[in-house]
């Protein structure tokens, strides 16, 4: 039902599939956390109106209704978030048709300085997810990801064991004989480290179908969703492979002023 994630962070006309309840007075108000204006940070929001608000009856149908959230900040009670929803009439998605602020165009810190020359893409693609433009969003995340494809497997090889380096090298050197970025990521996939695997799942074979999805897709409302599968995989990938290099950095400096400590001991 109209959730956190859903209020938080997706665009406009992302479909979110749930099963509605068959009355307005039934849906659930979950509080949320986004940025306040005033306060200047991040802060508690909640539902302070009724989604029947606009209807004469609390108990209105939900199927193919439009509703009105107001959420309010919970700190400084003066800075409201508004929130336009459709909810489908065989009660099995809602999607946003409006939102105060509009969904914020924000790149994460890390890819906007790994993607460099890059990022203007990637802020165009952000641009058309705000407007539900999936085909365009997928188009631009598509080309970033076939332009820094090789970089980011290249930087992948620093955290492969010792033990699995040589063969890791191996197909590393056989993915810059094809042009194809695909063929690429189903070479090296398999021999991603856990590190870069969360709960066992595997970014790079997520990638891999859905840029092949994708290409098949016809619809806004499909790409969107696979635009949006991509970029968090971009962003997760990206900041995992900073924060492990930075980690193991980190832990080699103090191994090492451990061990100076025991020799001039
Ligand atoms: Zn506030």
């Not at 193919?64 to 409201?80: E, G, H, I, P």
């Not at 890390?110 to 539900?132: I, M, P, R």
């Not at 631009?140 to 380096?165: A, N």
């Not at 090298?169 to 690429?184: A, C, E, G, H, I």
Request: aromatic letters at 10%; one cysteine or more; glycine letters at 4%.
């Amino acid at each position: 039902m109209p959730n956190k994630e859903f209020l938080e962070e997706y665009p406009l006309h992302r479909k979110l599939t749930i099963k509605l309840p068959v009355t307005l007075d039934m849906l659930p108000k979950p509080a949320i956390h986004m940025h306040c204006h005033v306060c200047e940070s991040e802060q508690t929001f909640n539902m302070t109106n009724e989604y029947f608000d606009l209807f004469q009856y609390m108990n209105t149908p939900t199927k193919n209704t439009k509703v009105r959230l107001v959420y309010l900040c919970q700190s400084c009670k003066s800075f409201s978030r508004e929130f336009y929803l459709y909810l489908s009439n065989n009660l099995d998605y809602i999607y946003k048709i409006g939102q105060y602020p509009a969904w914020e165009i924000k790149i994460d810190k890390n890819l906007d300085k790994v993607l460099g020359k890059h990022s203007a893409n990637f802020k165009k693609g952000l641009v058309c997810e705000s407007q539900g433009y999936g085909i365009g969003a997928f188009a631009y995340y598509r080309r970033i990801t076939e332009e820094i494809i090789d970089e980011l497997l290249d930087s992948i090889f620093d955290l492969i064991d010792e033990s699995g380096k040589e063969e890791y090298k191996f197909v590393l050197d056989k993915t810059k004989t094809t042009r194809v970025t695909q063929d690429k990521i189903d070479l090296v996939k398999d021999l991603l480290p856990t590190i870069l695997k969360p709960n066992g799942m595997n970014p790079l074979g997520v990638l891999h179908s859905e840029l092949s999805e994708g290409m098949h897709a016809n619809s806004d409302q499909d790409c969107l969703e696979i635009a949006t599968h991509i970029r968090e995989i971009l962003t997760f990938l990206v900041n995992q492979i900073i924060q492990s290099k930075e980690s193991a950095k980190q832990f080699t400096t103090s191994m090492k002023s451990i061990l100076d400590k025991r020799i001039n001991k």
